[in-house]
């Protein structure tokens, strides 16, 4: 009987996996997305990697995607969150409040788009 690997991911793909993959144990986030289905890409614009977040009815996993225009361009996303390496890792380690998110939208350092989709991306951080 051949064990099964724990998946390895390098790069900003690896950095979300190690902080997200923990949430597929956790009771709290297997009832509160039971039921939901989003893809979300996080895109450091200034890197060569994004990582899309796959919440798929309790489950989540990160898959690497290549940052070109065109593979970005045929890539089927709900949402996404874009701006530079440094201030999307500060999200996902110590998380930013919503005024400063709106801040940084409003002056045009993030890109966000499907902000109903990235609501969820907000109660994901909060867990």
């Avoid at 190690?18 to 509160?32: A, D, G, R, Y």
């Avoid at 998380?95 to 993030?110: D, Y």
Wanted: charged residues 35%; positive net charge; aromatic residues 8%.
């Amino acid at each position: 009987m051949s064990e099964e690997k724990p998946k390895r991911m390098k790069g900003f793909a690896g950095i979300v996996w190690k902080l997200v993959e923990p949430l597929n144990s956790m009771e709290k986030f297997i009832e509160e997305f039971a039921e939901v289905e989003v893809k979300i890409l996080v895109n450091p614009k200034d890197q060569k990697r994004a990582a899309l977040i796959k919440i798929d009815k309790g489950t989540i996993d990160v898959e690497d995607v290549k940052n070109d225009k065109e593979t970005l361009k045929n890539l089927k996303y709900d949402g996404l969150f874009e701006g530079p390496f440094n201030l999307l890792a500060k999200v996902f380690e110590e998380g930013l409040s919503t005024g400063t998110l709106l801040k940084k939208w409003i002056t045009r350092k993030i890109k966000l788009r499907g902000l109903k989709k990235l609501a969820i991306f907000g109660k994901l951080m909060a867990l």
